[in-house]
């Protein structure tokens, strides 16, 4: 019996340390390059360091951790290539949501719009740079899952886990989240009143200021269709 216990209560404990870890990553706490330690993050959680050692190998896999044995592990920094590809991809998926979305007639529009407007007013009361985060996926899940296309859904919600620390950056601070939560507005409102092409405007510009706020310069663009120029 006190052999099953123990097997019970370790995944918690490294549960525990992967979401602590986790979450400093994504609130800026731990920055590209910082070294980590398990000894210390073991002692800030009161456990041992395994199961430390278990939620690096973790972190490590989703792309937010390098880990040294005997070392640490290392914040992998995200490059300037690695957020202008994911946002690319956002930009791919999204507008052919909002695309699919308008070809489902104006009542789905309209009453897309009008959730997406609700979204936003709960989003204005995310104080906290986890709470503009998670209101944020809500309201970009609910965009693209207005596409009805299931397919579509889980691969953007994959690329949603692969993307957080550049949607963190992009909320980091009072400014930045306000921001966020205007340009989210501004979508719902184009599409709630009837103007979809405005709304396919907004969200590119959106996801480019994203880019701007996550510290990066250019804009997530489409190549041209196959056949054409990119001028015309």
């Not at 989210?184 to 200021?209: F, G, K, M, S, V």
């Not at 990066?216 to 054409?228: I, K, N, V, Y």
Request: proline share 5%; glycine share 8%; aromatic share 4%.
């Amino acid at each position: 019996m006190r052999h099953n216990a123990c097997m019970t209560t370790q995944p918690k404990a490294a549960d525990r340390a992967y979401a602590h870890i986790r979450e400093s990553l994504l609130d800026g706490v731990y920055t590209s390059g910082d070294l980590l330690s398990e000894g210390t993050v073991a002692a800030d959680l009161g456990i041992s360091r395994t199961p430390v050692r278990e939620a690096f190998q973790r972190l490590q896999n989703e792309g937010f951790l390098r880990v040294y044995p005997k070392r640490g592990a290392v914040v992998v920094p995200v490059g300037p290539e690695d957020a202008h590809g994911v946002l690319q991809a956002r930009l791919l998926l999204e507008l052919f949501a909002l695309d699919a979305l308008v070809a489902r007639g104006a009542e789905a529009v309209r009453e897309t719009g009008r959730a997406l407007l609700r979204d936003c007013e709960q989003e204005q009361q995310g104080t906290t740079p986890s709470g503009a985060r998670e209101l944020g996926r809500t309201f970009h899940c609910r965009l693209v899952g207005s596409a009805g296309n299931p397919v579509v859904a889980g691969l953007y919600e994959t690329l949603w886990n692969q993307q957080e620390r550049i949607a963190a950056a992009a909320t980091a601070g009072s400014a930045h989240a306000a921001q966020d939560v205007a340009e989210h507005a501004a979508i719902a409102t184009a599409l709630h009143e009837q103007r979809p092409a405005e709304a396919r405007r907004l969200l590119a510009d959106h996801l480019a200021a994203v880019l701007h706020r996550s510290g990066f310069s250019g804009r997530p663009s489409l190549p041209p269709e196959a056949g054409t120029s990119a001028s015309a």
